[in-house]
């Protein structure tokens, strides 16, 4: 009675478990962890968009310091800078 062998322990069909489904299921999974993975990674590593902004403040600062631009051209790009 404890040594029945229903197919479980020496396994049946083909793939990794329930036949050829098993191997779709896993392959599907394996596919899904994966896309999971490099969008986590993708987001850890991009940089935001806040953060552009503050850098293109900055460069804008930096050119109507050096003379580069004049005020109204400052004024106005820092106003679709602040605003976006």
């Known amino acids: 009675m404890f040594n029945c062998n229903w197919g479980f322990m020496t396994g049946f069909g083909s793939g990794w478990g329930m036949g050829g489904f098993g191997s779709i299921f ?16 993708q987001r850890f590593t991009r940089p935001d968009g806040k953060r552009d902004r503050k850098d293109s403040l900055e460069l804008l ?3 109507y310091a050096n003379g580069d631009i004049g005020t ?8 679709v800078l602040q605003e976006g």
């Open 72 to 79: 109204e051209e400052y004024h106005s790009i820092r106003k």
């Open 26 to 41: 896993n392959l599907l999974l394996f596919i899904g962890l994966g896309f999971l993975a490099y969008k986590l990674v």
């Open 61 to 63: 600062k930096r050119k």
